[in-house]
């Protein structure tokens, strides 16, 4: 049976210590990223809101915004078929006061996406709502730990033309994160994610 020569063996391991090296360094610094970045305080007027669906509290964040006058319209991008306005509100209906949520219902520039369903597609569908609404700054609203490599496919798409403030969502205290299993499985899982978007963007 033949064996490989120990300098090759020893070449071997060395690249994979070294890969694997890489892997936990760029995952520390992702699950850093998540943490420290932050909402940015005295947000000023933009043109349009962008909320991506999936975890809870990014479309009830995207719906205060809109009530703070941030921006006067607001783009949720990944609806489900068959989901209307009302049935997004009446899922946050806990959360909204009354006046609120009629406020909502009443507002003339909320509108629904429902062509997007990866954030890929959530980047690009928004991209050519942007260009048809003649769009130059956004608040891009998902979770804290979807954000990095959400606004690495916008800012990708978007291609400079627009300013995009990224509004990240985690609810409680961020520094808690670290003591919550389910946080480290979707820290990693969208690190690879994230990691196979810039492949593929640096690649394209």
Same mark, same amino acid.
């Given at each position: 049976?033949?064996?490989?020569?120990?300098?090759?063996?020893?070449?071997?391991?060395?690249?994979?210590?070294?890969?694997?090296?890489?892997?936990?360094?760029?995952?520390?610094?992702?699950?850093?990223?998540? $943490? @420290?970045? +932050?909402?940015?305080?005295? =947000?000023?007027?933009?043109?349009?809101? !962008? %909320? &991506?669906?999936?975890?809870?509290?990014?479309?009830?964040?995207?719906?205060?915004?809109?009530?703070?006058?941030?921006?006067?319209?607001?783009?949720?991008?990944?609806?489900?078929?068959?989901?209307?306005?009302?049935?997004?509100?009446?899922?946050?209906?806990? $959360? @909204?006061? +009354?006046?609120?949520?009629? =406020?909502?219902?009443?507002?003339?520039? !909320? %509108? &629904?996406?429902?062509?997007?369903?990866?954030?890929?597609?959530?980047?690009?569908?928004?991209?050519?709502?942007?260009?048809?609404?003649?769009?130059?700054?956004?608040?891009?609203?998902?979770?804290?730990?979807?954000?990095?490599?959400?606004?690495?496919?916008?800012?990708?798409?978007?291609?400079?033309?627009?300013?995009?403030?990224?509004?990240?969502?985690?609810?409680?205290?961020?520094?808690?994160?670290?003591?919550?299993?389910?946080?480290?499985?979707?820290?990693?899982?969208?690190?690879?994610?994230?990691?196979?978007?810039?492949?593929?963007?640096?690649?394209?």
């Amino acid at each position: 049976m033949n064996t490989l020569p120990k300098t090759t063996l020893k070449k071997i391991t060395t690249s994979l210590i070294i890969v694997g090296g890489i892997i936990v360094a760029g995952f520390i610094l992702y699950v850093a990223t998540i $943490i @420290l970045w +932050t909402k940015p305080k005295d =947000l000023p007027t933009h043109d349009a809101i !962008i %909320v &991506l669906t999936g975890a809870k509290g990014r479309i009830e964040t995207g719906f205060e915004l809109l009530l703070e006058g941030k921006a006067p319209t607001l783009l949720i991008s990944g609806v489900k078929d068959n989901v209307t306005l009302k049935d997004l509100i009446d899922a946050n209906s806990e $959360i @909204l006061s +009354t006046e609120n949520e009629q =406020l909502i219902r009443n507002h003339c520039c !909320i %509108v &629904l996406d429902y062509v997007a369903d990866t954030t890929e597609t959530n980047a690009t569908e928004t991209t050519k709502w942007i260009k048809d609404n003649d769009i130059k700054t956004i608040i891009l609203v998902t979770s804290a730990s979807h954000m990095p490599r959400a606004f690495l496919q916008f800012h990708s798409a978007i291609n400079g033309d627009v300013g995009i403030t990224p509004y990240p969502y985690w609810q409680g205290n961020r520094l808690d994160l670290v003591t919550q299993p389910m946080f480290w499985q979707y820290a990693a899982r969208e690190y690879f994610k994230f990691a196979g978007s810039l492949i593929r963007l640096k690649q394209g």
